[in-house]
């Protein structure tokens, strides 16, 4: 059975891009991040509920806007249950001596993580802002995927899809 999210007042002042996040414990709403444009609200959205994820949280977040001059409450995912751990690591298989991630070559390992991490970093931030904020553990799989993949300018073009998708009114 789906939990029923606690209704969220409308935020003070005019209308603006706003995330509010619900404290349970105290059943109140805190002003989370604003901003006169979306992007930079749900991209502030998606850091918040990775972070709490990652510390084994839960959050209910409401976004709120601006519509035709007036505040409009947009509807925001609900969360995905947390996936359970697999019971053990798959063991990644050795590389061949001379490539990337060999013992004899540890300088351009170094730089192949780094370079798949910054794809991550990317792709994950250009899902922020289309407002894709919420994902679960087969998203990130996903966008993992993609990211060891996929070459850097493509990951920029792809993000920029991504960022133009999230900037158009809903």
Request: proline share 16%; aromatic share 6%.
């Amino acid at each position: 059975m789906e939990k029923q999210r606690p209704r969220c007042p409308r935020p003070p002042g005019e209308p603006r891009w706003v995330a509010m996040f619900h404290d349970p414990a105290r059943d109140t709403w805190t002003v989370g991040a604003e901003s006169p444009h979306p992007g930079p609200v749900r991209y502030a959205v998606g850091d918040m509920t990775r972070t709490v994820r990652a510390r084994g949280g839960e959050m209910t977040v409401a976004l709120w806007g601006p519509e035709n001059g007036a505040w409009h409450l947009f509807d925001t995912p609900p969360a995905p249950a947390p996936a359970p751990a697999p019971a053990h690591a798959p063991v990644p298989e050795s590389p061949a001596p001379g490539s990337p991630g060999s013992p004899d070559s540890p300088e351009p390992a170094r730089l192949a993580e780094r370079m798949t991490d910054r794809r991550h970093q990317v792709l994950m931030a250009g899902l922020s802002k289309a407002g894709l904020y919420d994902l679960g553990p087969e998203d990130g799989e996903a966008v993992r995927v993609l990211a060891d993949r996929l070459d850097e300018p493509t990951v920029r073009r792809v993000t920029h899809w991504l960022a133009a998708a999230g900037s158009r009114p809903h």
